[in-house]
């Protein structure tokens, strides 16, 4: 199957001399078939899905599918259509679409990783990705998206979810965040210092970056200490940047996303570290 794999999506490239040293240990091979988005219900894949064997399956736009309920999941605005609504009430959130979306995943044997926040958009109105309102606010209805998946909250879940992105690449511009990268280190440093104390074991992520990757984890970590516990990576790289992202020294679970010509493309990645 390996093999299989590797001859499909090196097609196109030049052939590739693999060695291995029997002598050599180390460590386990780290998973490498994580994707962006989650088996669908109409046209079912999950049979496929549970064949793939994939092992994570990151939430981020979604809600720009119908396949898994358009635009009323996954994204906090969807979940928390209300702003101005009481953050404690089970009757200010909607989940249905999300939970479908999430239990197909878990039925086919992959974990959620779950973006906190809005999907990006590229139309000439901003709607979802300006900074929120009120930062403690937002970390509070985060919080319980998170008791919903993991702890039954308001008729929920108990996925075990370990992984959960404050945000996206807010290096991106107004697509993803239309404020300064000063506001957005104070709303992270709310996020997440709220949410690791209310979580203490889970991981809340840095927001992935396309672009300087070392300064984004440094300034993010600095500004919420060890709230931060790892890094999301993001953007469209050659295979041998993803095999620089390997060596990193943290753990890095690449993903296969799609460029923005929405055709697959193997050598793009979304990862983890």
Not at 162 to 174: K, S, T
Not at 260 to 271: E, K, V
Request: aromatic share 10%; hydrophobic share 30%.
């Amino acid at each position: 199957m390996v093999a299989g794999l590797a001859s499909m999506v090196f097609a196109d490239r030049p052939a590739w001399r693999v060695m291995v040293d029997p002598t050599n240990e180390v460590g386990l091979i780290r998973p490498m078939n994580a994707v962006n988005g989650g088996p669908v219900r109409f046209k079912s894949n999950s049979r496929a899905w549970r064949h793939a064997r994939i092992p994570f399956g990151r939430t981020h736009d979604m809600n720009h599918s119908w396949e898994y309920g358009g635009p009323h999941t996954i994204d906090i605005s969807a979940v928390f259509p209300n702003f101005d609504a009481d953050e404690n009430d089970p009757a200010s959130y909607d989940f249905t679409n999300t939970d479908q979306a999430l239990d197909l995943m878990r039925q086919c044997g992959t974990e959620p990783f779950y973006r906190l926040g809005p999907s990006i958009e590229s139309g000439v109105k901003k709607y979802h990705t300006h900074p929120p309102r009120d930062f403690a606010k937002w970390a509070r209805i985060s919080e319980h998206v998170i008791r919903h998946c993991n702890e039954g909250w308001a008729d929920g879940r108990h996925y075990g979810i370990r992984y959960w992105e404050i945000w996206f690449e807010p290096d991106l511009g107004p697509r993803a965040w239309s404020g300064t990268q000063e506001q957005f280190l104070a709303f992270y440093k709310v996020a997440a210092t709220h949410l690791k104390s209310c979580f203490p074991s889970s991981g809340s992520a840095v927001p992935d970056s396309r672009r300087h990757l070392p300064g984004r984890r440094r300034s993010c970590r600095s500004a919420a200490g060890r709230s931060c516990r790892l890094t999301s990576i993001h953007g469209t790289a050659t295979v041998k940047t993803c095999i620089e992202w390997g060596n990193l020294p943290v753990t890095c679970v690449p993903c296969w996303t799609r460029t923005d010509s929405a055709r697959p493309n193997p050598y793009s990645t979304n990862g983890t570290t």
